[in-house]
């Protein structure tokens, strides 16, 4: 099991950056696939991105592909969203998520795990 929080959420103009942040405990996090998924309101909740636990294998979705960078830290139990040149249509609720499988998942139903979402807004 493991307990994900996120951070760094917040009101940014178009155009501008925010980093993501989700911080892991209770089990080992290096072994887990990571995932960054957005829901804006009146939407199905989307894939953003994933990173395997050695961080050798990377998806975006190709709406964020070139602006958005997945990266992690296992001797921090954190994983991070760097999030530039950011459009109104990026505005939404972004959730952590965590997967113990042997392939990295891109679709929301196959993670096992959830952090509480942090709210990204860009303004136009």
């Known amino acids: 099991q493991v307990q994900l929080v996120e951070s760094g959420g917040g009101l940014v103009q178009a155009g501008g950056s925010l980093r993501l942040s989700c911080t892991a405990s209770?089990?080992?996090?290096?072994?887990?696939?990571m995932g960054w998924l957005r829901q804006a309101p009146g939407k199905e909740r989307e894939f953003v991105a994933a990173i395997s636990w050695s961080a050798g294998i990377k998806y975006y979705a190709d709406s964020v592909k070139g602006r958005f960078t997945i990266s992690r830290d296992n001797a921090k139990n954190t994983v991070y969203l760097q999030m530039n040149s950011l459009k109104p249509e990026d505005t939404a609720v972004y959730y952590c998520?965590?997967?113990?499988?042997?392939?990295?998942?891109?679709?929301?139903?196959?993670?096992?795990?959830w952090g509480q979402g942090t709210q990204v807004t860009v303004s136009s």
């Open positions: 998520a965590a997967d113990d499988g042997v392939v990295v998942p891109v679709k929301h139903v196959e993670y096992d795990y």
């Open positions: 209770g089990s080992t996090f290096s072994r887990f696939n």
